[in-house]
């Protein structure tokens, strides 16, 4: 039996004062975030918000506290971090714990990937994809 098609993702608390400003240092990385309220493939986003947010912060037993308000978002990886059907580099995972670990004072996270119903991604047509 095969897996159904999915995203790998890291499950990210983010403080909504930089989720700007994480976004766009992502995306010069071809890292997608997707703040699971309003994820295209989420049939009910703010629950699951909520749901993902208790689960992580209860999950540190008070370590993880002063994330109670932030936004819980998916990261995905875009087209250049993949080669056809094989597995996701480990270079793609060594640069979004290390984007992540530029913005520690304002993300937590686990390091782990789950996966996720695929995610659509937006390319622009030509657009040539690079391997970072």
Do not use: K
């Amino acid at each position: 039996m095969r897996r159904p098609p999915h995203e790998n993702v890291a499950t990210v608390l983010v403080d909504p004062a930089v989720l700007p400003g994480l976004e766009l240092d992502l995306m010069a990385l071809d890292l997608w975030v997707w703040p699971l309220a309003t994820a295209p493939t989420v049939e009910d986003g703010p629950r699951l918000a909520f749901q993902v947010r208790r689960r992580l912060i209860e999950a540190r037993r008070g370590d993880w506290d002063c994330a109670r308000g932030w936004t819980p978002v998916w990261i995905s990886f875009g087209p250049s971090w993949y080669d056809g059907d094989e597995p996701l580099p480990w270079s793609a995972h060594r640069t979004l714990w290390d984007a992540l670990g530029r913005h520690a004072e304002h993300v937590r996270h686990t390091v782990r990937l789950g996966g996720v119903p695929r995610l659509p991604v937006r390319h622009e047509r030509g657009a040539r994809q690079d391997t970072a």
